[in-house]
């Protein structure tokens, strides 16, 4: 337990986590890579067509749309995480982290919101419904521009960091209301189907967990990237940083 | 404490009283642009009301945010009333007044705008007014709790005007939600009463966190 705490504590240093985040980074995009080319095979070409619902290949939106709709609710939760921590323990780089995690968690909000639109109009004859699931879901995208448009109007870095963090933690409550948007309101958008039992054939149901984990690890290394430009960015003056970037110029731009 | 900080509230905005007058105006303008632009017959204004007089509400409070801390934020007065008092306290105390300023003249503006909406078109002493009152009642105290954790983060921000908006707009939708829906169940002659526990519990919810928080905020801004 004393050792987890300690590791948890030089995770604070930023030297530090540049250093072992860049020891990280290539396996986790090696795997990431793997992962969603095999997940994109499967899905895409070599899971059956839906013939039951007259959907055909429309089915394979699924294997995107709930990934990145999955994410775009646990990036929240990550965030309002890291700005905990930070606000609680002090911790600078957990405010890194959140930053990191916004756009990116932005990102996964539109491409579920996207994809949804586009599965929408075959299935259901509409582009766009205001039902819960997907007006919550909107929300959450606003929560995600709000706070990047917060912290960008800021001059001072850690006002900005704070200001942020607590919007990151207030705006939290939409998550569940999500989450159990389609459990309390009778609407458009289908209820639990992914973990429920038998809801989901075998053979749709393997490469749509080969994708969502895909899409997990596709996402920790996005915001791994951009939190080591971001330590870059804070730590311009750390004599590390200079050493960094004269070895990493010396180099050719290699490691 | 409280009680000091309120009578000081209430004393500047005495002084400055138009600008407490103009998001009233503006509530009042906005519900009457509609029959303008959409339709002057009684039954499409009906069943317009709940939701124009709730957006319009909305975007009045959302205007009159603009006067929250910000003056005192820069004339420093606000620093004063940080050192003087716990953050908690200071912002209990400026959404409490912000409340009585703006939130309760807009509940007792509401009838007169019930009216202009054809409320009660169809039928004779119905309830229809007291339950948009009582919407909003409820409803008001929600948003300007919210409003005072939007403002107190954008006050050290250089775009704030528009920001607070945005970062506001989608907390505040489910208030609106549930404020419409309740007058539009009491049109249809349903029962309403599940969305009035709802908006009851919104405010409580916000009531318990939005003085702490809007307080950890204020420190943030002016620290």
């Known amino acids: 337990m004393a050792k987890a705490w300690r590791w948890f504590h030089q995770l604070g240093s930023p030297k530090y986590l540049f250093q072992k985040t860049g020891q990280w980074l290539p396996w986790i995009w090696a795997v990431t890579l793997i992962l969603l080319a095999v997940g994109l095979y499967y899905s895409l070409w070599a899971s059956p067509i839906e013939a039951r619902q007259g959907q055909g290949h429309t089915v394979r939106i699924m294997y995107i749309h709930v990934p990145a709709a999955a994410l775009s609710m646990v990036a929240y939760v990550a965030m309002a995480i890291a700005a905990i921590i930070g606000l609680v323990w002090k911790m600078k780089m957990a405010f890194a982290v959140t930053r990191a995690i916004a756009p990116v968690g932005a990102a996964m909000t539109f491409l579920a919101l996207f994809t949804g639109s586009v599965w929408g109009k075959p299935t259901w004859g509409t582009w766009w419904e205001w039902d819960a699931r997907m007006t919550s879901e909107l929300l959450l995208l606003f929560l995600y521009l709000g706070y990047i448009a917060l912290h960008a109007s800021f001059s001072d870095r850690t006002k900005a960091d704070k200001a942020g963090a607590v919007l990151a933690i207030v705006g939290v409550i939409n998550i569940p209301i999500i989450y159990f948007s389609v459990k309390w309101w009778n609407t458009l958008h289908q209820g639990y189907s992914v973990t429920a039992k038998g809801a989901l054939a075998p053979e749709f149901q393997t490469p749509l967990f080969i994708m969502l984990g895909a899409t997990y690890l596709l996402f920790a290394a996005l915001v791994i990237m951009r939190l080591r430009a971001e330590i870059i960015l804070r730590n311009q003056k750390a004599r590390w940083v200079e050493e960094w970037a004269t070895q990493r110029s010396h180099n050719g731009g290699q490691s | 404490m409280i009680l000091t900080l309120l009578r000081r509230e209430l004393k500047v905005a005495r002084r400055n009283w138009i600008g407490l007058a103009i998001p009233l105006l503006f509530f009042i303008i906005v519900v009457s642009l509609f029959p303008f632009a959409v339709s002057p ?85 119905s309830a229809h007014t007291w339950i948009l009152m009582l919407s909003l009642v409820l409803g008001t105290p929600t948003l300007c709790l919210l409003g005072a954790v939007g403002m107190s983060l954008t006050l050290a921000a250089s775009r704030n005007g528009l920001l607070v908006s945005i970062l506001i707009i989608p907390l505040y939708v489910p208030v609106l939600i549930f404020g419409a829906s309740t007058v539009t169940a009491s049109l249809e002659n349903m029962s309403y009463n599940g969305e009035l526990a709802i908006l009851g519990a919104f405010l409580l919810i916000t009531l318990v966190f939005a003085p702490f928080t809007s307080g950890r905020a204020l420190k943030i801004s002016v620290g």
């Open chain 2, 41 to 125: 017959d009684a039954p499409v204004l009906q069943k317009l009301a709940p939701g124009v007089i709730w957006v319009a509400a909305l975007l009045s409070m959302l205007l009159s945010l603009e006067q929250f801390y910000r003056s005192d934020y820069q004339d420093g007065a606000l620093e004063q009333l940080l050192l003087m008092s716990s953050p908690t306290m200071v912002a209990t105390s400026k959404i409490i007044a912000h409340w009585l300023l703006t939130g309760l003249p807009l509940v007792i503006l509401s009838p007169l705008l019930g009216v202009l909406m054809q409320i009660n078109h169809g039928v004779e002493h």
